[in-house]
């Protein structure tokens, strides 16, 4: 059985909570990818997505310099163990109307998956 280890992406991208929305914008668009994990004092507390900040963002005409992650950001972070099917992430996905799962294993963030990996 394929699991979310399989498809995940690791290590993932981060951001601080603290960052503008500007600096996060251009991290996701230098990397291709659709979003970053946000942390605080070392430790994952979020997420921030394209979607975070096209309607958190653009649509309330936020200025994204000024603006912080912590703002914008959607949490709390939703995550699947590493050893979960596919089918287990994809229903989490469904359920809670999200895109990306953080993976975790041993208590510990090692990656992403997103819709688009499990297609």
């Given at each position: 059985?394929?699991?979310v280890?399989d498809?995940m992406?690791?290590p993932?991208?981060?951001?601080?909570?603290?960052e503008?929305?500007?600096?996060?914008?251009?991290?996701i668009?230098?990397?291709?990818?659709?979003s970053?994990?946000?942390?605080?004092n070392?430790?994952f507390?979020?997420?921030i997505t394209?979607?975070d900040?096209?309607?958190?963002?653009?649509?309330e005409?936020?200025?994204?310099?000024?603006?912080?992650?912590?703002?914008?950001?959607?949490?709390?972070?939703i995550?699947?163990?590493?050893?979960?099917?596919?089918d287990?992430?994809i229903?989490i996905?469904?359920e809670?109307?999200?895109?990306h799962?953080a993976v975790?294993q041993?208590?510990?963030?090692v990656g992403?998956i997103s819709?688009?990996?499990?297609r």
């Amino acid at each position: 059985m394929e699991t979310v280890a399989d498809r995940m992406t690791s290590p993932v991208l981060t951001i601080e909570r603290d960052e503008n929305v500007k600096t996060a914008a251009k991290k996701i668009y230098a990397n291709e990818i659709g979003s970053l994990l946000v942390t605080h004092n070392q430790s994952f507390i979020g997420i921030i997505t394209k979607t975070d900040l096209m309607i958190k963002v653009l649509a309330e005409n936020l200025d994204a310099k000024s603006t912080l992650v912590a703002e914008v950001m959607s949490q709390p972070l939703i995550s699947i163990a590493a050893d979960e099917s596919l089918d287990s992430a994809i229903e989490i996905l469904r359920e809670k109307s999200i895109r990306h799962l953080a993976v975790n294993q041993n208590n510990q963030i090692v990656g992403i998956i997103s819709i688009k990996d499990l297609r």
